[in-house]
């Protein structure tokens, strides 16, 4: 086992692995096998699976899978870190124990280089879509948490696909830009984590912002979703590049 402590810091987000999706779960599997094993850390930012209904679904096949390819790269000294996303935030720590990953709860704040960036999955920055901070706050509850958990599994997968439908008709309805960021929590997130650079996911609107934070200029990197290629963000020697394996 070894640790790559010269190589650079890869961060992903918003892959939505299924074993629908065939392309993408091979990107994901190229990328570990790839890019991954260079890197010095692999942070993921949420939304790694379509969703996870807790983790006693890791003895699904697909989920195995994963977890085997998870454990792989691991296992060869890259360490992963997950930050939760919308879809995924009931991974907890048997996944983890499963897979090697570590789980990191947002904002979590690193250095790259000497600089301080903060990582988020990014919904929480969605303050204007009311409907889903108020959903956030009740399925983010440990005590709903635990209630939900305790029922049976397939109980657990009828109620998210309800969820889900119920999501995806919603979004039909919402304008475009009450599920983008809002500019005063991103300028609220960048003044509690004392910082000038942000990496997020979730809005699958691949970007680099920059904002004003009390008169000082802020970067903020919006990942790019996965769709049968792999998408992803390096740092290295001080620079942010925009990378994607094609497969
Ligand atoms: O994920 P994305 O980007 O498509 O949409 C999100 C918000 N939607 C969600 C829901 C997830 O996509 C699907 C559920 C994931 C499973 C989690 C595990 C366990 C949870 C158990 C739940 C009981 O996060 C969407 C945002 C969008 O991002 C952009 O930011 O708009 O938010 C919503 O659509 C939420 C609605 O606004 C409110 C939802 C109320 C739910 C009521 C359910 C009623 C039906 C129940 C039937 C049994
Ligand atoms: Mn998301």
Not at 59 to 76: G, N, Q, S, V, W
Not at 82 to 104: Q, V
Not at 205 to 224: K, M
């Amino acid at each position: 086992m070894s640790t790559q402590v010269d190589g650079p810091v890869l961060f992903i987000a918003d892959l939505h692995l299924c074993a629908a999706e065939v392309a993408t779960t091979r990107a994901f599997e190229a990328f570990l096998a790839g890019p991954a094993r260079q890197a010095r850390t692999l942070y993921i930012l949420g939304d790694l699976f379509e969703y996870w209904a807790g983790d006693d679904d890791l003895a699904a096949p697909y989920h195995r899978h994963i977890a085997k390819h998870l454990t792989d790269l691991t296992i060869t000294g890259t360490p992963v870190v997950f930050l939760a996303g919308n879809r995924d935030f009931l991974i907890g720590a048997e996944f983890c124990a499963a897979t090697g990953i570590t789980l990191a709860i947002e904002p979590v704040t690193i250095s790259l280089g000497g600089r301080d960036a903060v990582l988020l999955h990014g919904d929480i920055l969605c303050t204007d879509d009311h409907a889903y901070q108020a959903f956030r706050q009740q399925v983010r509850n440990p005590v709903w948490q635990a209630a939900f958990l305790a029922r049976p599994l397939d109980e657990r997968r009828a109620i998210i696909e309800g969820v889900r439908a119920h999501s995806e008709a919603g979004k039909q309805q919402k304008a475009a830009n009450i599920m983008d960021v809002n500019e005063a929590a991103v300028i609220s997130a960048f003044q509690a984590a004392r910082c000038d650079l942000m990496i997020h996911g979730h809005t699958h609107r691949p970007a680099t912002h920059i904002h004003h934070a009390d008169g000082r200029p802020c970067e903020r990197w919006v990942l790019s979703d996965w769709h049968g290629t792999a998408p992803y963000l390096a740092w290295s020697d001080g620079t942010l590049t925009r990378k994607e394996l094609l497969v």
